[in-house]
Structure formats: structure tokens, C-alpha cells
């Protein structure tokens, strides 16, 4: 018990002031350090209020492809992961948009062999279908820090897929505008299947890797807190 106390205090150490949010095992949780593959106009870095304090960010250099994904993009980042087979998992990014600016805060995200929910293969990497991450929440709506989104709010399309086999799968982010960060990315069949981790705008929330307990065994439920010192 004093060694599981001693880890959880050095979890909320870690990330300082940011809110915690434990997930649930079945939760895919990628930080930037999990994209081991990055090309053209990524770069990775320091940042002390990314998860695991690094983030991907592209340079803006007024670059955009506004109109579809690439089937060979020159700039983009990609990860592998562990996910179940026929399993609806809802998809997260938490992105800053380089100086507030809604020309600076939009990806899209491609998936080695994701189905929709007829079963139709949908936002392939080596396509030209991607989903479109926008951080914008609204026309005209404001910009400011980090934020969670999974779409774009003149889109509408769902932010679900599924994947017709257990096991190892390719998330691909490729840039639909240069000036945009990201740190997190969730992959959600349970926690966050309904509800984004955090807020849109000037959010401080990472989504721990400790996965949740399953019943029956005790847990610690992560919240912003003080600790003591002696």
C-alpha cells in the first residue's frame, strides 16, 4: 500500500497543476512520445504543460490541405497501438493551435484498417479519406491553449470507428494545417466513448497510462490534489 501511495504522488508530481484522468483498460492512450515515426514538418520537443512533457508541433509555415487528407503526405506522425476487434472506440485529440489562430489548428487522422459502423473500411492511411480534427469548436468561437476535439464542427461525420481484427494497428496524423500542436491522443471504448477528456479551450488535462482496475480490485480515482510534505 505504501509503495502504490509513493507511486501516486509521484504520478500527480509529475504533471504539476494539470488534472489527472485515470481510463479504463480497454482506453488507448498515445502521448507524443508514442509517435515513432514522424515526418517532414513535425518535430518533437519540450513542453511543460504537455503529457509526459513533450509535444509534436509543425512549424507554421502557411501551409494547408484543407479539401482532403493526402494519400502520400509529406508531413505527418504515426504510432501503433493495441486495440479489440468489433468494438466501437471513439477518437480524441488534444491540439494547440500555434497563436490562437483558426488557421493553425486542424489535422487529419488516418487508420491502417478502421471500419465504420456498416462495416465499410473508412479513413484509410493511403487514401485521400481522413477524419478532420478541427480545434475550433464553432465559427467564430474563440481559441486559447490546449483543447480536446474529435471532428469539425461543419462536418458531419461520425468520430466512432472499429476494427475487424484484435491486435496492432497504425494511427496516422498528417497535417491539414502547419502551426498546430499535439500531445495526447485517446482511442475510447469505455471512458470516454460519450464525453471528451477535457474542456475545448485552455485545458490542463492528461489522460493518465495507468490503466483503471477491473472490479474487485481497489483503485485510486486520480483528482487534482495537495499533498502534504513531512
Not at 500500500?1 to 488507448?28: N, P
Not at 465504420?116 to 481522413?130: E, L, Q, R, W, Y
Not at 461543419?154 to 500542436?181: L, N, P
Request: proline share 3%.
Amino acid at each position: 500500500m505504501k509503495r502504490a501511495c509513493i507511486s501516486i504522488l509521484a504520478l500527480m508530481l509529475l504533471v504539476g497543476a494539470a488534472a489527472i484522468r485515470i481510463h479504463a483498460a480497454d482506453d488507448v492512450v498515445l502521448y507524443a512520445s508514442d509517435f515513432t515515426a514522424a515526418h517532414g514538418n513535425w518535430a518533437l520537443g519540450p513542453n511543460s504543460t504537455a503529457a509526459n512533457g513533450q509535444l509534436f508541433a509543425s512549424t507554421d509555415q502557411g501551409w494547408s490541405s484543407v479539401n482532403s487528407a493526402l494519400a502520400s503526405p509529406s508531413d505527418y506522425l504515426e504510432a501503433t497501438f493495441n486495440a479489440n476487434a468489433v468494438t466501437p472506440y471513439h477518437v480524441w485529440l488534444r491540439l494547440r493551435a500555434g497563436n490562437d489562430s483558426k488557421v493553425n489548428d486542424s489535422v487529419w487522422v488516418q487508420f491502417s484498417d478502421a471500419v465504420d459502423a456498416g462495416g465499410a473500411a473508412v479513413f484509410g492511411i493511403g487514401t485521400s479519406s481522413g477524419l478532420l480534427v478541427n480545434l475550433q469548436s464553432c465559427n467564430g468561437c474563440a481559441l486559447s491553449g490546449w483543447g480536446w476535439m474529435d471532428g469539425a464542427y461543419w462536418v458531419a461525420r461520425a468520430s466512432t470507428v472499429s476494427f475487424t481484427t484484435t491486435g496492432a494497428h497504425t494511427v496516422r496524423i498528417q497535417t491539414r494545417e502547419d502551426g498546430v500542436s499535439i500531445d495526447q491522443v485517446v482511442i475510447s471504448a469505455a471512458t470516454y466513448l460519450t464525453n471528451a477528456p477535457g474542456p475545448v479551450i485552455n485545458d490542463a488535462t492528461i489522460v493518465a497510462k495507468v490503466p483503471r482496475p477491473h472490479r474487485g480490485v481497489a483503485h485510486f480515482r486520480a483528482r487534482r490534489r495537495h499533498f502534504p510534505v513531512s
